[in-house]
T-cell receptor, first 114, second 114 residues
């Protein structure tokens, strides 16, 4: 069990650029979640995958955001035409199938928009 | 939307003292979970308590759940400097269908003074 890994840890980019983050969940976990967290706040749900199927997207997720999980393994989160308000920590978590399962988090990708 | 509300927002105690944090929520739940987050890191799962449970222990941690009051508390006994972190409660609300999406509070920032 190598844990959830996210790449990169930090991303600094200019407003208007596109960015892509990667998440590698724990291998036997079929559920994967993306969250956004700003300073002093709890995580905000963005989207959820069960295997390769994206089952839910938050209303927070504008058309500029897209996530994929091909083959039900790693996942990517892309933000197009970044804006200042996109600056945040983007967290990925995974959990095994079944009810009452805890989520296992990566250390996140901190995005800073100049 | 954030369902859980932690209280207090911040807590500063001396090493060796006990720390108590509270969480209130609004809707019926399947379970409630507590997580810890060190600065700049991801969240670490501490304890999951199901809706039909009233108390759980894990090492120096004790969690209680009162579903009639829709509240939970996390007690850390004999605190250590390494316990300095933010603590979040998250609920798994009962839904018509479950996507296991957790609803998070804004957290309690705990500082342990040596």
């Amino acid at each position: 069990d190598t844990g959830v890994s996210q790449d990169p840890r930090h991303k600094i980019t200019k407003r208007g650029q596109n960015v892509t983050f990667r998440c590698d969940p724990i291998s036997e976990h079929n559920r994967l979640y993306w969250y956004r967290q700003t300073l002093g706040q709890g995580p905000e749900f963005l989207t959820y995958f069960q295997n390769e199927a994206q089952l839910e997207k938050s209303r927070l997720l504008s058309d500029r955001f897209s996530a994929e999980r091909p083959k039900g393994s790693f996942s990517t989160l892309e933000i197009q035409r970044t804006e200042q308000g996109d600056s945040a920590m983007y967290l990925c978590a995974s959990s095994p199938r079944g009810p009452n399962q805890p989520q296992h988090f990566g250390d996140g990708t901190r995005l800073s928009i100049l | 939307s954030q369902q859980g509300e932690e209280d207090p927002q911040a807590l500063s105690i001396q090493e060796g003292e006990n720390a108590t944090m509270n969480c209130s929520y609004k809707t019926s739940i399947n379970n409630l979970q507590w997580y810890r987050q060190n600065s700049g890191r991801g969240l670490v799962h501490l304890i999951l308590i199901r809706s039909n449970e009233r108390e759980k222990h894990s090492g120096r941690l004790r969690v209680t759940l009162d579903t009639s009051k829709k509240s939970s508390s996390l007690l850390i006994t004999a605190s250590r400097a390494a316990d300095t972190a933010s603590y979040f409660c998250a609920t798994d609300p009962q839904r018509f269908y479950s996507n296991y999406q957790l609803i998070w509070g804004a957290g309690t920032k705990l500082i342990i003074k040596p």
